[in-house]
């Protein structure tokens, strides 16, 4: 029997009060998929910190605009994106300190993306500016 993709989506105002609701969702989409529960647990913290950024920095808290989740997951893989239309940025632009640096300079941004990517297998930027922002993060899923 050919494996087959399922997909989801989330679209939610932009504002913090959507977050749990961000999170039971994407739980949700994980537990469908048999992912691992440490593995459900990372996708969670991933997603959360992902679109937290999307409501402070893209949006400025304008809980007039929306976010996007959208999962896909097949039997190997699962790839969640957080998608919005607010002001995007180059992620090959970022100073790429190291931890202690950031520590060091008291530093209170610029550690998002690097959570991700310790949490994830995979991570992609896509942006378009003025138009359209994809965070891609894809988690294996173990077989056990």
């Known amino acids: 029997m050919a494996a087959f993709e399922r997909k989801f989506t989330l679209q939610v105002p932009s504002s913090t009060e ?7 969702f ?3 989409v994980g537990r469908h998929a048999k992912l691992a529960e440490d593995d459900i647990n ?7 910190e992902a679109c937290a950024n999307v409501i402070e920095h893209a949006y400025g808290h304008d809980a007039t605009k ?4 959208r999962a896909i997951y097949d039997p190997d893989v ?3 994106s957080v998608i919005d239309e607010g002001h995007g940025f180059d992620p090959t632009q970022v100073k790429q300190e190291t931890l202690p640096q950031l520590i060091h300079e008291h530093a209170s941004g610029g550690l998002g993306l ?3 990517k310790s ?5 992609s930027y896509e942006f378009t500016p003025g138009q359209k922002n994809e965070l891609h993060m894809t988690k ?5």
């Open 26 to 28: 994407v739980t949700s």
């Open 42 to 48: 990372k996708l969670e913290l991933a997603v959360d």
């Open 18 to 24: 959507n977050l749990a609701l961000i999170r039971d």
């Open 119 to 123: 949490l994830m297998d995979d991570v």
């Open 66 to 69: 929306e976010v996007i989740v």
């Open 114 to 116: 690097r959570l991700i």
């Open 78 to 80: 699962l790839r969640v």
């Open 140 to 144: 294996k899923i173990r077989k056990e």
